[in-house]
Each structure stands twice: as C-alpha cells, then as structure tokens.
C-alpha cells in the first residue's frame, strides 16, 4: 500500500504530465511559464469543458470569481492552513487551490475577452512602484 506522500506524488505527476500533454496537443510551445500562454490554456480547456456552449454574463462570470474566494475562507473558518492542501479522492483541495481557481477563472476570462493580462499585470506594477506608502496613509 503506497503511503500518502507517495500518492500525492503520483497524482501531481500525472496532473502536470497531462496538462503539458494538453498543452502540446493545442500548439503551445510547452512553456507553461508566462501569464499569456496560461491565459490560453485555461480559456481553450474551459471551451473544451463546454463551459462557452451558453452565454454567460460579465456579472454571472465575476461572481464565479467571487465564489472560489468564499471558498477559500470557508476552508480558513473550518481550521485548514493558508498552505494546506488536501484531497478529496484526486481532487486538490484548500486554500492555494482556491486562490488557484480564481486566478484560473481570470485567466479564462481574459482569455474569452481578449484582455492581454501580462501587459495590464506588469502596468499595474510598475504604477503601484511609483504609489505613496500605503498609498498616502490607507489603513486597509
């Protein structure tokens, strides 16, 4: 009987060897490296999933968003750690895997709308380096 590290081992090696196969089967260059080619593959995995065979609205999609951060603090108020990841059968769970989601679920939509987000990533950043402390004294 393998124990528990060995099986998650094994699960996130067939996880990251099937999306790399996904990835060369769709055209990437295997570089799963920069925000724009993940922008991509979560859009095209999602048209894949049949998520795009019915509109869904700009607000319907943000409260998706919305919904993996409740997630996320559901698992905090329930005692899990910010770094826990546990799983259910194969199924990564947790926080990070929560955030995961979201982050995926903005990719997707920049993806389906068109936005580069590399580009507005690396504007905002360099915008957010020129900002006051805290931003002229903000307690939150």
Known sequence: ???TEAVMERILSNKERDLFEYAYRKGYDGNLTNITTLVKAAHQNAIDKGWYEEPRSFGEVIALMHS???????DHRN??????IYYEG???CG???ELADVVIRIFD??????IDLEA???DKMAYNATRERRHGGKKL
């Not at 993996?68 to 559901?74: G, K, P, R, Y």
């Not at 005692?79 to 826990?84: A, D, P, S, W």
Request: proline residues 6%.
């Open 120 to 122: 507005a990533i690396r």
């Open 68 to 74: 993996e951060l409740s997630e996320a603090l559901e």
């Open 1 to 3: 009987m393998e124990d």
């Open 109 to 114: 939509t920049c993806g389906h709308l068109g």
């Open 90 to 92: 194969e199924k990564p």
């Open 95 to 97: 926080i990070p895997t």
């Open 79 to 84: 005692g899990r750690g910010l770094t826990e």
